[in-house]
C-alpha cells in the first residue's frame, strides 16, 4: 500500500496569514493527489485534485502543487473559515490511502 | 444542487449486522462511483471501499479490513447505493461517509471525490 505522510500535524496561525501544508507519498503517484478539508459535524469537502487542479466552487487563495513525490497545499491568505482539518490522499493505486491530516487552529 | 445523505447508522452489539444507505441528489446517480468511507473517533478518514457506474460494469473494489463482511450495492432505479456490514467489530465504530465520484478514465475508476454527505455514525459495543 502506498503510505502518505503529512506535516505538520497541526499548526496555529492568524487570519491573513499564508499557510503551507506539506505531503508525501511513499512512492511516485503522478499527480494523483486529492486535497480535503474537514470540519466537525460537516461533510468533507474537495479542495484540490490531480495535485493542482481548484474544485469548482473553492476559493483561488487554496492552490496545489508537486515536486516528485512531495505535494503542498498552500493558503495565500487564511479566513476565519479556513479553520479545519486538512487531508491528502492518493488516488494512483488502491487501497486509496489518507495521511494523518493537520489541524489548522486560530492563534 | 448537488447532496448526499446517508442514512442507517446505530449502536449495535459486536457480531451484528447494519446496512447504510447513501442517498445522492441533483445529479444522473447512475452515471457515477459511489464510495464510502470512515472517520473512527479521533482519527482521520479512512477508504473502504467503491461501487462503480454501470457503465464500467459496477465494479467494486474495497479496503482488505472488509475482509468479505462488508457488501457494496446500488440500485440505479431508485437512486440509492447501499454498504452492508455483518459481524461488525469494535474497531468499526466510526462515522460512515459516502461520496460520489466521476468514473476515472481507466476502467471508471475514480480519481477524485467531489461530493460527500455528512456521515452517518455506527457505534459497535457490548
Known amino acids: 500500500d502506498i503510505q502518505m505522510t503529512q506535516s505538520p500535524s497541526s499548526l496555529s496561525a492568524s487570519v491573513g496569514d499564508r499557510v503551507t501544508i506539506s505531503c508525501r507519498a511513499s512512492q511516485s503517484i503522478s499527480t494523483y493527489l486529492n486535497w480535503y478539508q474537514v470540519k466537525p459535524g460537516k461533510a468533507p469537502k474537495l479542495l484540490i485534485y490531480h495535485a493542482f487542479t481548484l474544485q469548482t466552487g473553492v476559493p483561488s487563495r487554496f492552490s496545489g502543487s508537486r515536486s516528485g513525490t512531495d505535494f503542498t497545499l498552500t493558503i495565500s491568505s487564511l479566513q476565519p473559515e479556513d479553520f479545519a482539518t486538512y487531508y491528502c490522499q492518493q488516488s494512483f493505486s488502491g487501497p486509496f490511502t489518507f495521511a494523518p491530516g493537520t489541524k489548522v487552529h486560530i492563534e | 444542487e448537488v447532496q448526499v445523505v446517508e442514512s442507517g447508522g446505530g449502536f449495535v452489539n459486536p457480531g451484528r449486522s447494519l446496512r447504510l444507505s447513501c442517498t445522492p441528489s441533483?445529479?444522473?446517480?447512475?452515471?457515477?462511483?459511489i464510495s464510502w468511507f470512515r472517520q473512527a473517533p479521533g482519527k482521520g478518514l479512512e477508504w473502504v471501499g467503491f461501487?462503480?457506474?454501470?457503465?464500467?460494469?459496477?465494479?467494486?473494489k474495497s479496503a482488505a479490513y472488509v475482509k468479505g463482511r462488508f457488501t457494496f450495492s446500488r440500485d440505479d432505479s431508485k437512486g440509492i447505493a447501499y454498504l452492508q456490514m455483518n459481524s461488525l467489530e469494535i474497531e468499526d465504530t466510526a462515522m460512515y461517509y459516502c461520496?460520489?465520484?466521476?468514473?476515472?478514465?481507466?476502467?471508471?475508476?475514480?480519481?477524485?471525490?467531489?461530493?460527500w454527505g455528512q456521515g452517518t455514525l455506527v457505534t459497535v459495543s457490548s
Open positions: 441533483g445529479f444522473i446517480f447512475s452515471d457515477y462511483v
Open positions: 461501487i462503480g457506474s454501470k457503465p464500467y460494469g459496477g465494479t467494486i
Open positions: 461520496a460520489r465520484a466521476p468514473p476515472g478514465p481507466v476502467a471508471g475508476t475514480p480519481y477524485y471525490f467531489d461530493y
